[in-house]
């Protein structure tokens, strides 16, 4: 299946945009969690980013502190999306999450499974009206189903 050209489509730049913005927000934390049928209980990953520090739980429930400058995090959703590319965008509309109203698109997205021959991913995102940030992400690869919330107010490290 030919990719469309994001660059040149208007609602792929508004993710792009988005993931960009994310990448070079100086505060945020994000909780994801993926599904599949092989397992009874969901894989959870949290990420808190407060300036150069990273916090990080790549192991279920034991947080990890890495120094990552901001050009560096910015650096790496750029190569992250460039490996990845987003297609086939389209606005679905704006619904409130919590008190705030978002944009949200429906895309295509190449992951790991395209990579290695399979299809690619529908996700959905749910952009800020105001900020322009996302703060939920929802896709299905397969039997994988995974959502992710991001937080960028009231970010605190998770360590003492």
Same mark, same amino acid.
């Given at each position: 299946?030919?990719?469309?050209?994001?660059?040149?489509?208007?609602?792929?730049?508004?993710?792009?945009?988005?993931?960009?913005?994310?990448g070079a927000a100086?505060? !945020?934390?994000?909780?994801?969690?993926?599904?599949?049928?092989?397992?009874?209980?969901?894989?959870?990953?949290?990420?808190?980013?407060?300036?150069?520090?990273? !916090?990080?739980?790549?192991?279920?429930?034991? &947080?990890?502190?890495?120094? *990552?400058?901001?050009?560096?995090?910015?650096?790496?959703?750029?190569?992250?999306?460039?490996?990845? $590319? *987003?297609?086939?965008?389209?606005?679905?509309?704006?619904?409130?999450?919590?008190?705030?109203?978002?944009?949200? !698109?429906? !895309?295509?997205?190449?992951?790991?499974?395209?990579?290695?021959?399979?299809?690619?991913?529908?996700?959905?995102? &749910?952009?800020?009206?105001?900020?322009?940030?996302?703060?939920?992400?929802k896709s299905n690869?397969? $039997?994988?189903?995974?959502?992710?919330?991001?937080?960028?107010?009231?970010?605190?490290?998770?360590?003492?």
């Amino acid at each position: 299946m030919a990719q469309e050209n994001a660059t040149g489509d208007a609602a792929c730049g508004a993710v792009l945009q988005a993931l960009q913005g994310m990448g070079a927000a100086p505060r !945020y934390h994000w909780k994801m969690s993926a599904t599949t049928p092989a397992r009874r209980r969901p894989v959870e990953r949290e990420q808190v980013v407060l300036d150069d520090v990273v !916090y990080m739980t790549p192991d279920e429930g034991r &947080w990890m502190k890495q120094r *990552i400058l901001p050009i560096e995090r910015a650096a790496r959703m750029a190569d992250e999306v460039a490996r990845h $590319p *987003i297609s086939f965008c389209h606005p679905l509309g704006t619904e409130g999450v919590g008190n705030t109203a978002m944009a949200v !698109y429906e !895309y295509r997205q190449s992951g790991e499974a395209a990579a290695a021959g399979g299809d690619t991913a529908t996700k959905r995102i &749910w952009i800020g009206v105001q900020d322009g940030l996302p703060h939920l992400f929802k896709s299905n690869e397969g $039997p994988v189903s995974v959502t992710m919330q991001v937080e960028y107010e009231r970010v605190q490290t998770p360590l003492p």
